[in-house]
């Protein structure tokens, strides 16, 4: 038997495993075999693929879950297995029957298998795009659409879009026929159809576009307002998702005329989860639209969120200030109107703003924190001092200790806003209480934004007035690991923005004392990690003639064996920056003696002999 029989040979036990597998009565076999059915394939090839596996597949589809998701997603990838491009259609009936599932995720994944299929096909063969389109999909979706079961009216949703992908120009019939399937979905009985036919209209407007843009402002954006106007808030929120799409494919001139009053419709709603996605979509939604709309509608509109009943919604429209704002001042360059837009935001949103630093909802607060300090290059340096730098001092004195953090962390702005003198001055009572915090991941955010903090205020503020070296350096002796790692981290950050001159002097004797002083192992570890963190931006003098002679003496040394293994780890970053002389002299030593029969624990050993190796090499 030649290899290339052994091989096909293997491939078909192979196969005939999987086959018995899907037929076996354990679940987790039964899956195993279903992904594997590219390989049953394969070993059948592409005709009996077609005529035997895939019939075989659908008479026994009744199934776990598990199983069928399996195969829903498999199918997908069986492309090249039942022939290529031309033979799509063999694999569309099977998954049309798992889009109908009881099953949400085996639905989900036959809807992305299908697409793919769709897509990959038109890829391979683009002269059949047209005809797989006519042929294949449009009547799926039509019996999807046309089934009792709401699941497979649900799927259907989803697959007027690629369906419509694929028309050519002769087919306006067809993209009629698949909007008329569209518009029966919207017109549901069932609010869980409706609410994914919303999700989908914008897909299905795109590619209509393609094909006649008045077809969007006659028949789609008429659907979307019928949508938005349901009675379930479900189907409601999901038509705002879809909205910023749909209204962008509208005629500018007609834009603001047709989708204002379904705007305003969707402000007032009585619902607090419309006015949230409401909310949130305004953004997206004032970039299609006039500077003069985004300033008498889309402002009053953002407004009323800011001052909604519901905290979600009020900490959504938080989340969005400075977003809006800039819209609207960026929209307002074009007509040399940003003065006024200016007063408008200072006169109608500044004094909402105020209001909502003590708001009692700390999740408002918590979310105003990352934006108001982004409003300042928006309304200038004047109207900063004057309205906003009240509402930073209280924000960086609330009890929340997210709500402070999240003000430091807009450092990038927080001196345009009130200067390094007056930064320093009102930061430093806020980070000390940070760097206190019971919270471990409250005192790891503060350490990774004294970088930022660094830059903004120069070394003079930084060191010789807050006096936040020392602060940095009692972080080594923290708790928690991530903290202590994080520290040295920042150490590391601010010896490449000071200097050489400033580490020697500041941070290097405290690296030296903690491993000294320290009775506790694992800040001995840590003195070392920070050891060979600082090497790579420290002068071969100073690796050479302090940080050496601790490592190679103390360190290898110690009694602990965790400090002994981390010592001879940390010579093993040392060596690049140590001189030739010094390798052979104080090195190499110690680490024979540490890979000797001195040694009993062997990790020590480990690490000390790759060590030595890397020093060979």
């Known amino acids: 038997m030649t290899s290339g029989d052994t091989d096909n040979h293997d491939e078909t036990q192979a196969a005939a495993t999987l086959i018995d597998g899907l037929k076996g009565p354990e679940l987790s076999i039964r899956v195993t075999a ?28 009744e199934d776990d879950d598990e199983v069928l998701k399996a195969l829903a997603q498999v199918l997908g990838d069986m492309l090249d297995v039942v022939g290529g491009a031309k033979h799509v259609a063999s694999l ?54 046309d089934s009792d079961w709401f699941t497979s009216r649900v799927s259907a949703c989803e697959l007027v879009a690629i369906t419509c992908e694929g028309f050519s120009e002769e087919n306006r019939d067809a993209l009629l026929q698949t909007m008329s399937i569209y518009r029966k979905l919207a017109d549901d009985e069932k609010a869980t159809v409706r609410r994914e036919a919303a999700l989908h209209i914008a897909d299905l407007s795109e590619q209509v576009a393609a094909f006649d843009p008045f077809l969007v402002r006659n028949e789609i954006f008429q659907t979307l307002r019928k949508l938005s106007e349901d009675d379930q808030d479900s189907v409601r929120f999901s038509a705002i998702v879809s909205s910023p799409r749909v209204i962008a494919l509208l005629p500018e001139g007609l834009r603001e005329e047709m989708c204002l009053p379904m705007i305003k419709s969707m402000v007032e709603d009585s ?24 300033r008498d509608e889309i402002l009053p509109a953002f407004v009323s969120f800011l001052k909604d009943c ?55 607060r918590v979310a105003l924190a990352s934006n108001v300090v982004s409003l300042a290059p928006e309304i200038g340096e004047e109207n900063t001092n004057k309205h906003l730098l009240d509402m930073v001092l209280t924000l960086l004195k609330d009890e929340d200790s997210q709500v402070r953090l999240n003000v430091i962390a807009s450092l990038d702005s927080l001196s345009f806003v009130m200067g390094v003198r007056n930064l320093s001055s009102v930061l430093l009572p806020a980070i000390v209480g940070l760097a206190e915090n019971r919270n471990w991941r409250i005192r790891l955010a503060v350490i990774e934004h004294i970088p930022l903090l660094a830059r903004q205020l120069g070394r003079e503020v930084f060191d010789d007035e807050m006096h936040l070296t020392s602060l940095c350096l009692t972080w080594l002796g923290d708790c928690v690991w991530s903290v202590r790692e994080a520290s040295i981290i920042n150490l590391k950050s601010l010896t490449d923005l000071y200097g050489e001159d400033w580490a ?4 290097v ?3 030296i004392d903690l491993f000294k002083n320290s009775s506790n192992y694992l800040y001995r570890m840590t003195s070392l990690n920070a050891i060979g963190s600082l090497s790579e931006v420290l002068s071969r003098d100073i690796v050479e003639g302090e940080f050496l002679p601790l490592v190679s003496d103390l360190a290898c040394n110690d009694p602990i064996p965790n400090v002994r293994f981390c010592a001879a780890r940390t010579l093993s970053s040392l060596v690049q920056y140590i001189g030739e002389e010094r390798r052979k002299s104080d090195i190499i030593p110690v680490l024979e003696k540490m890979t000797s029969d001195e040694e009993k624990d062997i990790d020590v050993v480990n690490y000390a002999e790759a060590a030595l190796e890397k020093l060979v090499i």
């Open 34 to 61: 279903t992904q594997g059915l590219s390989k049953i394939g394969a070993a059948l090839g592409p005709e009996r693929t077609r005529d035997e596996l895939l019939p075989f597949l659908a008479e026994t589809i």
């Open 509 to 511: 004797p405290e690296i």
């Open 310 to 364: 519901d905290s979600e919604v009020r900490t959504i429209a938080a989340e969005r200030t400075s977003e809006v704002t800039k819209r609207l001042v960026n929209a307002a360059k074009d007509t040399s109107d940003v003065d006024d837009v200016v007063e408008t935001v200072v006169q109608d949103i500044l004094p909402i703003l105020k209001a909502l630093v003590t708001d009692s909802c700390k999740y408002v």
């Open 271 to 294: 619902a607090w989860r419309v006015r949230y996605m409401m909310a949130d979509q305004l953004v997206l939604i004032s970039d299609v639209l006039s500077s003069k709309t985004l």
């Open 92 to 145: 569309i009936p099977l998954l049309e029957v798992l889009a109908a599932s009881e099953e949400r995720a085996v639905r989900e994944e036959s809807v992305r298998s299908i697409k793919k299929l769709a897509k990959s096909s038109s890829e391979l063969l683009p002269e059949r795009k047209s005809e797989v389109a006519v042929s294949e999909l449009l009547p799926m979706v039509t019996r999807l659409a």
């Open 504 to 507: 020697q002097s500041t941070v």
